[in-house]
Structure formats: C-alpha cells, structure tokens
C-alpha cells in the first residue's frame, strides 16, 4: 500500500548487470499491478503492468514477476543502463474506483 | 495521442498567498483526473480525484481543494498557504471506463517561504 513518510531505499548495482526491483502489495484481491519510472524531477513514466491472471510479462529489457501466493511484484531489468537510474514506484488496483494505490518506491542507481 | 499538461513548472509563493495550479489533457474525453503530492524523497500521495465536470473525491483533509470546470481541465487551489503544502504536485489522467492505468504530467515544484 502507500508508503508516504518512508524515505526511498535504494539499490546500486553496475552498468551492464541486471537489476530486481521488489515491491511487496498488501490487496490480495487486486487484479492489475503497475510499475512506473520516475526521473528527477518529472512526472512518473509507465514501464509495464500485468494482470493477476498473469505470473510474468516481458517488456523490452523488462520482465515483472507476480506471485500472488506471497503478494509480491517485482520489476526485472536486463543490461542495466544509466538511463535507468531513477526512482522505481509499484502501485496496485485499490479497493475502490479507477485508482491506484503506490508503494513506497526504491531508487536505482547505476554505476558507470 | 494524448497529452497532459500542467503549470506552472515550478513557483515559489509565501506563507498565507493563495494558490493556482492548472492541469489539462489534450486528445482524449471524460477522463478520469487525479490530483497527487510527493514530498521529497518519498511516495506518491493521492489528494483528490475526479470522474466527471464538477465531481471532485477528497483523500485527505487539508489545506488544498480542487476544481473541475471543463471536462479536460483540473485545477487545485488554496486559499492561504503553509509551509506544509511544499511538495511536487502531479496531475494524471486515466481513460473511462474500467481503466487502472494512469498517466502522469510533468509536475509542479511549489515552494512555500
């Protein structure tokens, strides 16, 4: 669910590695998980989404992992670039109307 | 295609001045508007939304109220500022019907002294 008040953690790997982004959601009776992208100082980006009826769905260098079992998401990034360093937010259908609940958000940063 | 705009970019205004700030979105109708605050370093907080002209939903009491005069249009407003309501304000739309996918502007930097 929301995390506002939580300072970022954050994930430093190396240019060229993979990186895993995790977000853990608290709904089990969500149907549709987002990952957004969120550069300094902008407005965040889509990446991918995937419905519950779905374990994994691949996007381009993207792969988002759903395990409803233990109700984790996470974000799979290949050939981490520095273009890719940004703030990773997760969000979730809430219970009520068209919106969505974020998560906290983790914040990637890619060594050269 | 559909874009969203919001202004201004950044501004900064003292303690008690009111407060404007517009969002629009070209190329779609009856969109879902949401209006979110994120303090530094942190998450996304939902402030208010809106399914339809003159139809605003309330998240959180405080400070801060919103506006939806034209269907493609969403303004948040304050009457007297604080320094609390320092924060990057963003604006998203979502289509109608049934769609959870939302799409954000580019933000505001507010800035209360």
């Known amino acids: 669910g929301e995390s506002v008040g939580l300072h970022l953690p954050t994930l430093s790997v190396q240019e060229g590695d993979n990186s895993i982004i995790n977000c853990a959601y608290s709904?089990?009776?969500?149907?549709?998980f987002i990952w957004y992208k969120q550069e300094s100082g902008k407005g965040p980006q889509f990446i991918i989404d995937?419905?519950?009826?779905?374990d994994k769905r691949q996007g381009q260098r993207v792969t988002v992992l759903l395990n409803k079992t233990v109700k984790h998401l996470s974000l799979q990034i290949a050939a981490t670039q520095p273009g890719d360093s940004a703030v990773y937010f997760c969000a979730e259908e809430a219970n009520a109307g068209n919106m969505l609940t974020f998560g906290g958000g983790t914040r990637l940063m890619v060594k050269p | 295609s559909q874009t969203i705009h919001q202004w201004p970019a950044t501004l900064v205004q003292p303690v008690g001045s009111p407060l404007s700030l517009e969002c629009t979105v070209e190329?779609?109708?009856?969109?879902?508007l949401y209006w979110y605050r994120q303090a530094a370093g942190r998450g996304l907080q939902l402030l208010f939304y809106s399914v339809g002209i003159g139809q605003i939903s309330s998240e959180v009491p405080q400070n801060l109220s919103a506006s939806r005069p034209q269907d493609r249009q969403f303004i948040l407003s304050s009457k007297k500022l604080l320094l609390s309501d320092s924060g990057f304000y963003l604006c998203?739309?979502?289509?109608?019907?049934?769609?959870?996918?939302?799409?954000f502007g580019p933000g505001t930097r507010l800035t209360v002294t």
């Open positions: 998203a739309w979502s289509p109608q019907p049934g769609s959870y996918e939302q799409y």
């Open positions: 190329g779609t109708s009856n969109p879902n």
């Open positions: 995937i419905r519950s009826n779905m």
């Open positions: 709904n089990s009776a969500s149907d549709y």
